[in-house]
């Protein structure tokens, strides 16, 4: 089961962060990302990691502005988005997945999913 928290109303050039917690096993060996949905919006992969050597993956139009992290002993993964846009408006969700895919970019590669939280970022 994972569990988001961390959304919220924020300004343009805000930050928030995401995180998102597994319980009943460890992150170890997956992949755990972040896809996003905006309104009207097909949804779109923003950020992955690797959990085992720490590796991650960006989308290009938040590369640069959100960071992943991660803390092991919290089996926790974060998402620290700053410099927000309008259109960074949209709700996040958490995924993992084992083993760990190349496909991190994918959704179909993903078993488990938190429930989301909504991000809004007013102009």
């Known amino acids: 089961q994972l569990v988001e928290s961390g959304g919220g109303l924020v300004q343009t050039g805000g930050s928030l962060r995401l995180s998102c917690a597994a319980s009943?096993?460890?992150?170890?060996?997956?992949?755990v990302v972040w896809f996003r949905q905006a309104p009207e919006k097909e949804r779109e992969f923003v950020a992955a990691?690797?959990?085992?050597?720490?590796?991650?993956f960006y989308a290009s139009a938040v590369r640069g502005r959100f960071t992943l992290s991660r803390d092991r002993d919290k089996n926790t993964a974060f998402l620290q988005m700053n410099s927000l846009k309008p259109e960074d408006t949209a709700v996040y969700s958490c995924?993992?997945?084992?083993?760990?895919?190349?496909?991190?970019?994918?959704?179909?590669?993903?078993?488990?999913w938190g429930q989301g939280t909504l991000v809004t970022v007013s102009s």
């Open positions: 009943g096993r460890t992150f170890g060996g997956g992949t």
């Open positions: 990691l690797r959990w085992t050597n720490g590796g991650t």
């Open positions: 995924a993992a997945r084992w083993p760990h895919t190349v496909r991190y970019y994918d959704a179909n590669e993903y078993d488990f």
